[in-house]
């Protein structure tokens, strides 16, 4: 059974920069050959794709996160990143990882972007 855990999260000033991590774990997929998505959820809003990495490292961004965020990943750790530089209050919400095209999903850490 694969699990995905989420770590990075916390609380950070408008401008500032925090990475999160997405480790995979257990049987039953092949990390390297599964496109991988981070997706947020702010409050009172729908669940929405804010990047997306192909298991050929490929990369997808919203517009909302162009330019700001970067996705990308280490097969060898079976892990994915989001560096997110930039931050507005607009990014705050419960960023989730996704094995895309599955319905395998992390448990979410809560970003706060406040002064």
């Known amino acids: 059974q694969v699990q995905l855990v989420e770590s990075g999260g916390g609380l950070v000033q408008p401008g500032g920069s925090l990475r999160l991590s997405c480790a995979a774990s257990g049987a039953g997929i092949i990390f390297s050959n599964n496109p991988m998505g981070w997706y947020r959820q702010g409050p009172g809003k729908q669940r929405e794709l804010v990047a997306g990495i192909t298991s050929g490292s490929s990369t997808y961004y919203s517009d909302s996160v162009k330019g700001r965020f970067t996705i990308s990943r280490d097969n060898a750790k079976k892990t994915v990143y989001l560096q997110m530089n930039s931050l507005k209050p607009e990014d705050t919400g419960v960023y989730y990882c996704?094995?895309?095209?599955?319905?395998?999903w992390g448990q979410g850490t809560l970003v706060t972007v406040s002064s």
């Open positions: 996704k094995v895309q095209y599955t319905e395998i």
